[in-house]
């Protein structure tokens, strides 16, 4: 049992998605393709189930509906049975052998990459995140630059509360997946200490083009890009012969950057706010890597990417989120258009 608690990200592929969800299974599928990616690994579905099935916390969990047998209707009733459910969750303590396990899990990623107390990126995996006709992205909770055995296992367990957020609640029902409908694994990666971060897509988000691939970033952490914190530096690079076009560099004034734990916004110095976040070599190599994996899916895709800046060219270009877009963009309305794609970003 504690082994499918429990799986390491170069272990996995889109196969996997039921045991460690959307986002893990899609990393699991760069590595293979051999694309860098931070190590890490899923705590999976598996163990989110055995935490509600020992601590009691799902038969709980369920008792919650009885006061509304045909579901909640209205945005208070969303929050009022999300916070309660987040609660019964947030109170419970992991069980111990699952919390050996992941202790145990993190500190082989601690040696295997010779840090004390590694920093790493605790994000949440929905296995109905990819789903072709719905979009759980964004909606759970992701914690970055955490630190030590404790700090993890507790992020863990709120990623898991995220689930229940009211949107999410909310999303689930109008897709008639249920309010426990879909399970949720976790990813936990090495951090990228980035000094560039953003996303990128396989086709125009406002013209449906799919001859060009858009990458988008800022200094810094990606969220800063998400979250339109800035306006953010704009590369277009031509897909068959991955040359870029165009870059239409922004005043960036604002960025997130790494704390003791945890990210912050501050101002970017002055010297670099008018800069490229990007050379032309690493936009064109988290281009290449865009193209391979819209071969490979088959599809449009969206992407993650961050540059590390404790490494040189190209080790120090990640990628660490794939999202094949399963709609055929092109046909639809400029509006549409944006709105898929914007819903298919991530949250970092």
Not at 265 to 277: F, G
Request: net charge negative.
């Amino acid at each position: 049992m504690e082994k499918k608690w429990i799986v390491s990200l170069d272990k996995v592929c889109k196969t996997d998605t039921k045991l460690v969800g959307g986002k893990c299974a899609n990393i699991g599928e760069m590595v293979k393709l051999g694309i860098r990616v931070p190590p890490g690994f899923a705590v999976t579905t598996a163990a989110y189930n055995e935490f509600l099935l020992e601590t009691h916390a799902g038969k709980e969990m369920e008792q919650c509906l009885c006061n509304f047998p045909n579901g909640p209707q209205s945005l208070t009733e969303f929050e009022e049975i999300g916070r309660a459910i987040r609660e019964i969750i947030t109170s419970r303590e992991i069980p111990t052998l699952l919390r050996q396990a992941i202790f145990e899990e993190y500190e082989a990623l601690c040696e295997r990459v010779g840090i004390r107390d590694l920093p790493v990126a605790v994000r949440s995996s929905g296995v109905a995140e990819d789903m072709p006709t719905a979009s759980f992205a964004g909606q759970y909770d992701s914690y970055l630059n955490m630190r030590g055995k404790e700090d993890v296992t507790d992020k863990v367990k709120l990623c898991w509360a995220s689930a229940f957020n009211a949107r999410c609640i909310s999303y689930r029902m109008q897709n008639k997946i249920g309010v426990f409908g879909g399970s949720i694994s976790v990813a936990v990666q090495k951090m990228v200490n980035s000094r560039s971060a953003g996303v990128g897509f396989t086709v125009d988000p406002v013209s449906g083009d799919d001859a060009t691939i858009i990458l988008e970033g800022n200094w810094g952490f990606g969220e800063s890009v998400v979250q339109g914190v800035v306006r953010p530096d704009i590369f277009v690079i031509d897909k068959r012969t991955l040359t870029l076009e165009e870059r239409q560099v922004s005043a960036k004034l604002r960025q997130y950057s790494i704390r003791d734990r945890g990210t912050a916004e501050e101002d970017v110095p002055l010297a670099k706010q008018s800069l490229p976040c990007l050379s032309d070599d690493e936009a064109i190599k988290i281009a290449e890597s865009a193209k391979l994996l819209e071969l490979h899916y088959g599809v449009p895709i969206d992407i993650e990417w961050a540059v590390d800046q404790d490494l040189g060219f190209p080790e120090g270009v990640f990628l660490v989120q794939v999202r094949p877009v399963t709609v055929v963009v092109k046909k639809k309305s400029t509006t549409d258009q944006i709105l898929d794609l914007m819903m298919s970003r991530f949250y970092p």
